[in-house]
């Protein structure tokens, strides 16, 4: 099964994020849209990903809108991987069996999606694609109401496409 697509309907789920708080899917959307961003510290891609994926939480966090990690690794390799790049968003710990990961038809890390607030997937982006998170980064604010900031732009050091 390939990773869910557009027009999908999110799969619930509550997880354990590493201050012990649980993030269930079907709360957060209520107040707003959500971009998921799955990964793995052993990933290069995934390491490459992650500070770009904290300026979805510095534009656009807050009120109405949320950002979650889901790690692929243990508690204490999930916490070294944020305090390495610089991540403050929650982040979610998927490594008993990976069944988030599985529900959401993963076939690589990084995988990002936006679920909107009636729990449907506006945007799936599997790897890293510059222009598939910048178009992420328009749907978040035309769903927010904010400016729009893009994610990843021309000499930044990050490629257009890096497969995960």
Known sequence: MAALEPGSKAPDFALTATDGSTYRLSDLVK???????FYKREC??????APFMQKF??????????????????????IAFAREHGITFPVLLDSNGYKVS???????VPTTF???SSGTIRHTVVSWSRPGLNAVSEAVAQLTQKPVV????EGDGAPDFRPG
């Not at 534009?59 to 390799?77: C, M, R, T």
């Open 150 to 153: 893009p994610i990843s732009v």
């Open 44 to 49: 290069p891609v995934c390491q490459m990903a």
């Open 31 to 37: 107040n707003g849209p959500v971009v998921l961003f």
């Open 102 to 108: 599985k529900a959401y038809g993963l076939t690589a």
């Open 114 to 116: 936006l679920v909107d």
């Open 57 to 78: 939480e510095d534009a656009y966090g807050g009120s109405g809108f949320s950002i979650l990690g889901i790690a692929q690794n243990e508690k204490e390799e999930t």
